[in-house]
């Protein structure tokens, strides 16, 4: 089954991000993963909408907006106005999924849910249908390079289930910690969008050959 990766640019060379995203793009990758965190939700700062400002002007490819931060509905528009195609926010910090989702979509912009290892799927089970994609977290968002949580992979398998019974054919994404040794299991689960930073940034193999092999594992 073919998937989709999307390098999380959080492991990239700042100082070099395009030249990293265009080494990405000769290996026709097309969605790139921004991690947005505020020191709130998660501890760590990370890239706030300038920096998506400034990517989208350089590359045509799908901006992947992962909101890792308190109060997401105060952001969204920043973020959708810099250029993100897919905005993704947790439910562990909201109590109103369904006003984020409309306003993500009313800025045309795609909406995504993603929920913490320790979050039971049962608590985004009622916007199943809203969404475009669902991102179940496999490590405490908060850093690259983390270890990877297989206790996450019953929650794909039921997410895959769920959807047989719905008319949104939702996609369903995984991040953290996928790597060459757990890229197949998570494809085996049902995961269809594989976000990897480390991975495909950080490995001795460079750029180009860790997303050749990422893909070779995956088959
Ligand atoms: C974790 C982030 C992930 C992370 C992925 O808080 O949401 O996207 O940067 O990095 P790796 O692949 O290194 O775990
Ligand atoms: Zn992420």
Known sequence: MSIEISPSIL?????????????????NIGIFHIDVMDGHFVPNITIGSVVVESIRKK???I???HLMIENPERYVEAFAKA???WITFHIETTNSPLGIIKKIKDLNVKAGISLNPGTPIEKIKPYLED?????????????????FMPTVL????????????LKNKFKIGIDGGINFDTISEVVKAGAEL??????????????RKSIEKLRELSK
Request: with cysteine; proline share 1%; net charge neutral.
């Open 59 to 61: 590359t045509k490819s």
């Open 131 to 147: 969404v475009f994609m669902v991102m179940v977290m496999s490590v405490n968002p908060g850093f690259g390079g983390q270890k």
């Open 83 to 85: 250029g993100s195609d």
């Open 11 to 27: 492991s990239a060379d700042f100082s070099n991000l395009i030249s990293d995203i265009s080494e990405c793009e000769k290996e």
């Open 194 to 207: 594989v976000v990897a930073g480390s991975a495909v940034f950080k490995t001795e193999l460079g750029i």
């Open 154 to 165: 019953s929650k794909v398998s039921r997410l895959k289930e769920c959807r047989g019974k």
């Open 63 to 65: 901006l992947d907006t």
